[in-house]
């Protein structure tokens, strides 16, 4: 019997981005169906939209595939040169980074309002489609300050949710028996499954980026937390199917 559950922040199912991006669609139209009120309730004109508010995601990967090629991260590079575009991807992956962090704060009850005016600031450039480097390098590095103040209330819900970390030695290789292997980040979901797993003779183990969960002490105060398991999320797939078989 192989080990199971796997918890993973990474989802290799190529299926389940068409699901999240119908989803994503789903959640613009509430927001622009939510604006329209408030502006109607504010006696205030509508804007017409454009550019991202508009766009339509295909129900189905073909259509999606089609679309895809109409924004390719480097589909202007051609006319506006490598770096706009590569500046354009610099404020993406930072506002990706920025929103990964401030979401893992939020779930454990920590936000900041600078976080999400940062947020709508850099969405609001990339919509504009921009084409000179001056606005997006400017972007990059406010989305940089915007990055520190989302760590700033991840710490703060880390620590005050399970303690302050403090040195600690972890054990690096898998124990015999019953497991439960956790990947990702979410150390709330982590504090859950082991509060559920408590007493039933079942270890949890870490999978990679997981492993500072051992240093805080609410978490290490399960004594069924019983280590760290494998390297980064890439090796999710290879490592996932070479964690041993438990064995009572």
Sequence with gaps: MKVGPALTNVNFNAGKFVQLIVQAGEIKNRVKALYETAAVKAGTALEGLSGAATFIPAADMNGLLAQAREAAVKKDAVILGEDVVGLRSRVLYGLKGVCAYAHHAEVLGEERDAIYEAVERALGLLASEPKEI???LDEALALGRANFVAMEALDAANTGNFGT???TQVRMTPKKGKAVL????????????LETTKDRGINVCTHGELWPAHS???LKAYPHLAGNYGGAWQDQQKEFAEFPDPLS
């Design 165 to 167: 970390p403090e040195p």
């Design 134 to 136: 001056g606005p997006l």
């Design 182 to 193: 956790v990947s990702g980040h979410d150390m709330k979901d982590l504090c859950a499954i």
């Design 216 to 218: 805080y002490p609410k």
